[in-house]
Antibody
Framework: QVQLVQSGAEVKKPGSSVKVSCKASGGTFSSNAISWVRQAPGQGLEWMGGIIPIFGTASYAQKFQGRVTMTAGESTSTAYMELSSLRSDDTAIYYC?????????????????WGQGTLVTVSS | SYELTQPPSVSVSPGQPASITCSGDKLGDKYACWYQQKPGQSPVLVIYQDYKRPSGIPERFSGSNSGNTATLTISGTQAMDEADYYCQAWDSGVVFGGGTKLTVL
């Protein structure tokens, strides 16, 4: 099964940007969609969008359109999520998750592997 | 936008069956899956494509999906099953239910 290892915790000022990485090992990477899901303190899961590394095509949830950018490096088996114009309500744990089904579009019916999560704290 | 509704909490006695529901418009026409999340941990897939169990998930976890409701059932619930459970489906994007806290009393 694929292992996903994320970058460490971040503390950011309001208005700044954060970039979180997710490195995959032990399985296929390029042809499987990687999604980003966040969880605010004490709250539920929220999908932000996903990317298929081999195509470089990303699909974003409407809520984050214009503020999020997802990229991936095939040679490094690493996916990235950058969120800009940070606000205090962006404080959350950010997870990457892998869709085990291949395809040409981000259509993720389930995620079989999750990263350990990256805590992003937005505070002045 | 599409919504999935779960009860905020469910309580069960050890050894008894527990059922957690997930409701959405014509959810039975979509695939549903379920995740278990324990405090401080990442979600773990316990049911996918309505009723399939990933390897390593105990047989006491089962799922069904029909009409407007998907159901996660845990037979013979154990103390270790106490966790938050989230349903998920796809509708022009990934949609999660609000989560259900399962308490094993």
């Amino acid at each position: 099964q694929v292992q996903l290892v994320q970058s460490g915790a971040e503390v950011k000022k309001p208005g700044s940007s954060v970039k979180v990485s997710c490195k995959a090992s032990g399985g296929t990477f390029s042809s499987n969609a990687i999604s980003w899901v966040r969880q605010a303190p004490g709250q539920g899961l929220e999908w932000m969008g996903g990317i298929i590394p081999i195509f470089g095509t990303a699909s974003y949830a409407q809520k984050f359109q214009g503020r999020v950018t997802m990229t991936a490096g095939e040679s490094t088996s690493t996916a990235y999520m950058e969120l800009s114009s940070l606000r205090s309500d962006d404080t959350a744990i950010y997870y990457c998750a892998r869709d085990p089904q291949g395809g040409t579009t981000v259509t993720s019916y389930y995620f079989d592997s999750w990263g350990q999560g990256t805590l992003v704290t937005v505070s002045s | 936008s599409y919504e999935l509704t779960q009860p905020p909490s469910v309580s069960v006695s050890p050894g008894q069956p527990a059922s957690i529901t997930c409701s959405g418009d014509k959810l039975g026409d979509k695939y549903a899956c379920w995740y278990q999340q324990k405090p401080g941990q990442s979600p773990v897939l316990v049911i996918y494509q309505d009723y399939k169990r990933p390897s390593g998930i105990p047989e006491r976890f089962s799922g069904s999906n029909s009409g407007n409701t998907a159901t996660l059932t845990i037979s013979g619930t154990q103390a270790m099953d106490e966790a938050d459970y989230y349903c998920q489906a796809w509708d022009s994007g990934v949609v999660f239910g609000g989560g259900t806290k399962l308490t094993v009393l």
